[in-house]
């Protein structure tokens, strides 16, 4: 059984920064793209940022030159290190990533439980 666990959320003041972990457990074969995801009270979820295999990375335009995606492949983790934080940015933090379990399986998404950010005085 395949596990992604995130960590790192908190409580942080306007301005501040924090580093988000997803590592990703189980019966792993190898992993595509990795993704950091967030959805905030009554909004829907939206794409934060996105790194792939060989390290191309994307990123929405509201944590352009804020945020950073990078990722560990021998340790299945991805990260978001997030600085100059705004109280827009409070949100539940979802780890995504498409994996697969076999060198004959398909890829396929799998989404961690969140994290909670909070940027606020």
């Known amino acids: 059984q395949v596990q992604l666990v995130e960590s790192g959320g908190g409580l942080v003041q306007p301005g501040g920064s924090l580093r988000l972990s997803c590592a990703a457990s189980?019966?792993?074969?190898?992993?595509?793209?990795m993704g950091w995801y967030r959805q905030a009270p009554g909004k829907e979820r939206e794409l934060v940022a996105v790194?792939?295999?060989?390290?191309?990375?994307n990123y929405a335009e509201s944590v352009k030159g804020r945020f950073t995606i990078s990722r560990d492949n021998a340790k299945n983790t991805v990260y978001l290190q997030m600085n100059f934080l705004k109280p827009e940015d409070t949100a539940v933090y979802y780890c995504?990533?498409?994996?697969?379990?076999?060198?004959?399986?398909?890829?396929?998404?799998?989404w961690g439980k969140g994290t909670q950010v909070t940027v606020s005085s």
């Open positions: 790194i792939t295999s060989r390290g191309s990375t």
């Open positions: 189980g019966s792993i074969f190898s992993i595509d793209d």
């Open positions: 995504k990533a498409y994996l697969r379990i076999s060198p004959s399986s398909s890829y396929y998404p799998s």
